[in-house]
Nanobody, 124 residues
Framework: QVQLVESGGGLVQAGGSLRLSCAAS????????VAWFRQAPDKAREFVAA??????????YYADSVKGRFTISRDNGKNTVYLQINSLQIEDSAVYYC???????????????WGQGTQVTVSS
């Protein structure tokens, strides 16, 4: 059973940057496809970024709305996945969740393991 814990959220001004972390325990994270999703108030949880497991060349995928601003990465030694967020926009405000599954996809239903989320709030 993989446990995921996110951190790194906070209040930041528009145009700023944050790096979110997702630390895993109970399993080796590079064996899984991993993803970041986000959920704003009164909105559905939406896909942000994903990375394949290590034997599929760790390919990355991004939602169109974040391409060029968000970067997903892994540190296998720390069993941690990161989401670097640059050029933050007010509409990026949401709770950000990391997730892991055997199969990488952009669908929440494909993910078996979820963290508790970390709040990102972007001010003008």
């Amino acid at each position: 059973q993989v446990q995921l814990v996110e951190s790194g959220g906070g209040l930041v001004q528009a145009g700023g940057s944050l790096r979110l972390s997702c630390a895993a325990s109970g399993g080796t994270l590079n064996s899984y496809g991993v993803a970041w999703f986000r959920q704003a108030p009164d909105k559905a949880r939406e896909f942000v970024a994903a990375m394949n497991n290590w034997w599929t060349a760790a390919l990355t995928y991004y939602a169109d709305s974040v391409k060029g601003r968000f970067t997903i990465s892994r540190d296998n030694g720390k069993n941690t996945v990161y989401l670097q967020i640059n050029s933050l926009q007010i509409e990026d405000s949401a709770v950000y969740y990391c997730a892991a599954a055997a199969k990488t996809s952009s669908y929440t239903g494909d993910y078996h393991y979820w963290g508790q989320g970390t709040q990102v709030t972007v001010s003008s």
